[in-house]
Every structure is written in structure tokens, then in C-alpha cells.
Antibody, heavy 120, light 107 residues
Framework: QVQLVESGGGVVQPGGSLRLSCAAS????????MHWVRQVPGQGLEWVAF????????YYGDSVKGRFTISRDSSKNTLYLQMNSLRAEDAAVYYC?????????????WGKGTTVTVSS | DIQLTQSPSFLSASVGDRVTITCRAS??????LGWYQQIPGKAPKLLIF???TLQRGVPSRFSGSGSGTEFTLTISSLQPEDFGTYYC?????????FGPGTKVDIK
């Protein structure tokens, strides 16, 4: 069964760092493009980052570029999002999602999300 | 960046109604558009990809049309389980932005 489970969310001070993890099962993260998407409770979806299956191409939303880094550990079948220089506006539920087999740009399997709170 | 707008932002309809949601792009994006449904408290779910292709397992009452700058998601006969918020997303170029969403309420 294809499944994604996020972890690593929590409370962090402004300017701090946090690393989110997304453990995959039922497929290999190195075979598909993988995404991070976030959502402030009660608001819309914001696409955050994407890593191609090759692992060499990574893309970011404008609001996180230069502060967030997407990566993966194929041996652990896990996707990561390293978040540095966190701001109040980064507080959200963070979802990881798997790329669709037909086109990895679309997201066909999602995790349940992990919550990041940025507060002093 | 190319912006997406959705209309309406909110709609209330009865079970059995035909519902249409429109997504407009500020510039042409060919057919690089997806539709997602989000039930409150749940992760989003892919309904339509490449503007018109129904995702496997999604009921056939959902359909997508359009290309270029105007796209529609149609629910042919609204069911109680269809309440939630619907988002379009453009995927023609990075960053992959979402539309603001259309909240669907069942009367």
C-alpha cells in the first residue's frame, strides 16, 4: 500500500530551523518526483518544493527559496524538508506528496501532514 | 508569475445539482492544470490532471475541460460527500501555484 507519513513538525522560534521528514512505503522515493505543499489552517494550499526523481533537479516556491532545502535518503526511503531562518508566516501544516506516474508534476498520493508553529 | 483565479469562491448547491467551477490563468498554460478536492481536516486529493484526465478511482461525475487560460471542473450530479474545497493548480512552469479555492457547501 502506497503511503506517506510526515513527522518533525513542532514549535520553533523565529529565525530557527526545523527538518521535516516524510517516510514513504509501497514505492521508492527515488522513482518519482516528490513535493512539499503547505497550508495555513483555514487558508489555501501553497506549493513549497519539488525534487525530480533524478534527485539532481530541485525547485522551490518564491517565499521559501534560499531558506528551505528538499532532499531525500533513498536508503531510508524518506523525503526531507530542511527549513532555516523560519518566519511567522512559515507556520502551517506541511504535506508531502508523491508525483503521479503519468506526470510527476501532479500529486497523486499525499501524507496527512505535520504542523509547524513559529512562535517566540 | 502566472496567476490563477477561481470562481465562484463559494457555492451552495443541492444534492443532484450540476456544479461548475471555473479556473482562469492570467496567461496561457496549455493543458498543464490539475484539480484537487480537500475535505475539511483531510489532505487534498487529486481529481483531474492534464486539464481533462480523470484520476483513477475518482467517480465519473467529475470532469474537467479547457485549455489555455480557461478551465472548468464539473460535478454532474452533486453528492453529499462532495462538500469541501476545490483547488486548481497550474503546472506549466515553476513555481506550481494553486488557485485560491472554491468552497462547496451542500444545501
Amino acid at each position: 500500500q502506497v503511503q506517506l507519513v510526515e513527522s518533525g513538525g513542532g514549535v520553533v522560534q523565529p529565525g530557527g530551523s526545523l527538518r521535516l521528514s516524510c517516510a514513504a512505503s509501497g514505492f521508492s522515493v527515488s522513482d518519482y518526483g516528490m513535493h512539499w505543499v503547505r497550508q495555513v489552517p483555514g487558508q489555501g494550499l501553497e506549493w513549497v518544493a519539488f525534487m525530480r526523481f533524478t534527485g539532481s533537479d530541485k525547485y522551490y516556491g518564491d517565499s521559501v527559496k534560499g531558506r528551505f532545502t528538499i532532499s531525500r535518503d533513498s536508503s531510508k526511503n524518506t523525503l526531507y524538508l530542511q527549513m532555516n531562518s523560519l518566519r511567522a508566516e512559515d507556520a502551517a501544516v506541511y504535506y508531502c506528496a508523491k508525483g503521479h506516474p503519468n506526470s510527476h508534476d501532479y500529486m497523486d498520493v499525499w501524507g496527512k501532514g505535520t504542523t509547524v508553529t513559529v512562535s517566540s | 508569475d502566472i496567476q490563477l483565479t477561481q470562481s465562484p469562491s463559494f457555492l451552495s448547491a443541492s444534492v443532484g445539482d450540476r456544479v461548475t467551477i471555473t479556473c482562469r490563468a492570467s496567461q496561457g498554460i496549455s493543458a498543464y492544470l490539475g484539480w484537487y478536492q480537500q475535505i475539511p481536516g483531510k489532505a487534498p486529493k487529486l481529481l483531474i490532471f492534464a486539464a481533462t484526465t480523470l484520476q483513477r478511482g475518482v467517480p465519473s461525475r467529475f470532469s474537467g475541460s479547457g485549455s489555455g487560460t480557461e478551465f472548468t471542473l464539473t460535478i454532474s450530479s452533486l453528492q453529499p460527500e462532495d462538500f469541501g474545497t476545490y483547488y486548481c493548480q497550474r503546472l506549466n512552469a515553476y513555481p506550481f501555484t494553486f488557485g485560491p479555492g472554491t468552497k462547496v457547501d451542500i444545501k
